[in-house]
């Protein structure tokens, strides 16, 4: 087993609750493979607490820390500061404490999305045609904007809440379309790439229904939800014959950024990695 020394640099996620997270799993299989004195550890701390526990941290001797459910929009409200991503998406999903022991918030989320696709799709591209969106919370608002700044012509969005997909099509501007999630089958005509951004096919929620008889065989399908592997969504696309991409990868790959500003190193999304946090159930 791994031992740690009382320099050890130090970094986490927190969330409400955190026991779920993959992330502790994940970032000390880095951390042991490149033989670094640190350790990440879950930080379960209530939403009322969170305030103080980011001022606290740094105090500690933590380096930074990764925020998942529900604490991501909260945190754009109580770091010293954003960067213009994570203003834009309205969300924080990592945070960098310097050594005046200021916080730093980024989301990354984008940037994972994107990165999965390329590693896991043989010539995928952004400007290939219109994306469809299901959803339109925090994941929604990082893809969205990462598509629209990587060439997407068009992006459509449809989420069982009208107002919250009107307001996102707002905030992106003129690329983006609200679709009423009533027509989201329709929507699919003529598009390149499929996005579930939703809980729906998640273990434990209903089943995301779409029928894909719209859907061009070329376009790609990908789902964020990750528990299980493969949804219902995926396993429908795969069987028409669309390329298709689980959501495992944007996991691994948001992560990357915040490893190496905490630890000094940039490491790799290999199949050793995936394996690893696939075997914690």
Not at 42 to 55: A, C, N, Q, R, S
Not at 155 to 182: C, D, F, H, S, Y
Request: glycine share 10%; charged share 20%.
């Amino acid at each position: 087993m791994r031992s740690i020394s009382g320099a050890a640099k130090l970094a986490g996620v927190i969330g409400w609750p955190v026991s779920h997270s993959r992330s502790p799993r994940l970032h000390n299989f880095w951390l042991e493979k490149h033989k670094i004195d640190g350790a990440y550890v879950p930080l379960p701390v209530h939403p009322d607490h969170l305030g103080d526990v980011l001022k606290a941290l740094p105090r500690m001797g933590f380096l930074g820390v990764n925020l998942t459910l529900p604490h991501k929009e909260a945190a754009l409200r109580l770091v010293d500061q954003v960067d213009p991503t994570a203003m834009r998406i309205g969300a924080v999903n990592t945070i960098i404490f310097t050594s005046q022991g200021k916080s730093i918030g980024s989301c990354t989320d984008g940037l994972g999305f994107l990165e999965n696709l390329r590693q896991y799709a043989d010539g995928f591209s952004s400007a290939k045609g219109p994306a469809v969106v299901l959803g339109a919370g925090g994941a929604a608002a990082a893809i969205a904007f990462a598509l629209q700044e990587d060439g997407c012509p068009e992006i459509r969005i449809a989420n069982r809440t009208p107002e919250k997909t009107l307001a996102l099509v707002q905030r992106l501007g003129g690329q983006a379309k609200a679709i009423a999630w009533e027509d989201r089958a329709q929507a699919l005509a003529g598009s390149a790439l499929l996005v579930n951004t939703t809980s729906l096919g998640m273990n434990g929620q209903p089943v995301l229904n779409i029928a894909l008889d719209h859907l061009p065989r070329s376009a790609l399908v990908t789902d964020i939800v990750y528990a299980p592997l493969e949804t219902a969504l995926l396993a429908d696309a795969r069987s028409r014959g669309n390329k298709t991409v689980d959501g495992l990868g944007m996991l691994l790959h948001q992560a990357r950024p915040g490893f190496a500003a905490w630890f000094g190193l940039a490491p790799d999304v290999s199949l050793e990695l995936r394996n690893h946090v696939l075997a914690d159930g």
